[in-house]
């Protein structure tokens, strides 16, 4: 409980020049980026916390274009409860029980707009049957009003949840401005099907698969 009031006071004072998290670097890298064993939620200085999320598994988002596999960035999937999260199907629903924050950090290998980014992952959430409600079209919408995916840069998501029950959303784009939005006890089950649920291509399928496999 202290530690959820800790993570929610951190974030009353946001501001575009401090970063939201601090990563841990590994000893792997996939396609040239350094895999982070671990995590850490900043407070509103940009200084990072006691409160340390773990690597969970790492994957490769591919996209095909004309025929041809694009690769378009890797993603690391983070957790405060890596000792229960389940590596099959049940990936989302254990998340989603046992974790109190969760991070996704995004390293782009191609420069992709920013709404090229929105749209993709509404396609993502559409295949898994969710409708554009308010909690969706406010997060698409801090997506594709944040700066492009930059080739080199990193997107960073947090997912907080709070007393109240609702989750806490907080992103930070390419060039380091930070959005956050309080939304549903059901965004974060929502969010984490963009890769973990019903793949909505090959290319999620193949990330979805790598995600489930231990990296340290």
């Known amino acids: 409980m202290k530690k959820m009031i800790l993570a929610m006071s951190l974030f009353s004072a946001l501001t575009a020049q401090a970063a939201l998290v601090t990563f841990e670097p590994g000893t792997l890298q996939l396609e040239g980026v350094n895999l982070n064993k671990t995590v850490a939620i900043n407070d509103d200085k940009g200084a990072p916390t006691s409160i340390k999320l773990?690597?969970?598994?790492?994957?490769?988002?591919?996209?095909?274009?004309?025929?041809?596999?694009?690769?378009?960035?890797?993603?690391?999937?983070?957790?405060?409860?890596?000792?229960?999260?389940?590596?099959d199907n049940n990936a989302i629903?254990?998340?989603?029980?046992?974790?109190?924050?969760i991070a996704l950090k995004i390293s782009m290998l191609r420069t992709t707009s920013a709404s090229t980014l929105s749209v993709s992952?509404?396609?993502?959430?559409?295949?898994?049957?969710?409708?554009?409600?308010?909690?969706?079209?406010?997060?698409?919408?801090?997506?594709?009003?944040?700066?492009?995916?930059l080739q080199g840069k990193d997107l960073v998501m947090l997912m907080i949840k709070g007393?109240?029950?609702?989750?806490?959303?907080?992103?930070?784009?390419?060039?380091?401005?930070?959005?956050?939005?309080?939304?549903?006890?059901?965004?974060?089950?929502?969010?984490?099907?963009?890769?973990?649920?019903?793949?909505?291509?090959?290319?999620?399928?193949?990330?979805?698969?790598?995600?489930?496999?231990?990296?340290?």
């Open 163 to 216: 007393q109240d029950g609702k989750i806490n959303l907080y992103y930070e784009d390419a060039k380091g401005a930070l959005k956050s939005f309080s939304g549903s006890s059901e965004l974060m089950t929502k969010i984490l099907s963009i890769w973990l649920g019903k793949p909505a291509d090959d290319g999620l399928g193949k990330l979805k698969t790598q995600l489930l496999n231990p990296v340290y």
């Open 121 to 149: 992952f509404k396609e993502a959430l559409q295949a898994n049957g969710f409708a554009m409600d308010n909690d969706l079209t406010s997060v698409l919408s801090i997506i594709e009003n944040g700066a492009d995916g």
């Open 54 to 87: 773990d690597l969970l598994g790492a994957g490769l988002r591919t996209k095909t274009v004309l025929f041809v596999a694009a690769k378009v960035y890797v993603l690391q999937l983070f957790s405060d409860s890596k000792a229960t999260f389940s590596r």
């Open 93 to 101: 629903s254990s998340l989603v029980q046992n974790s109190k924050s």
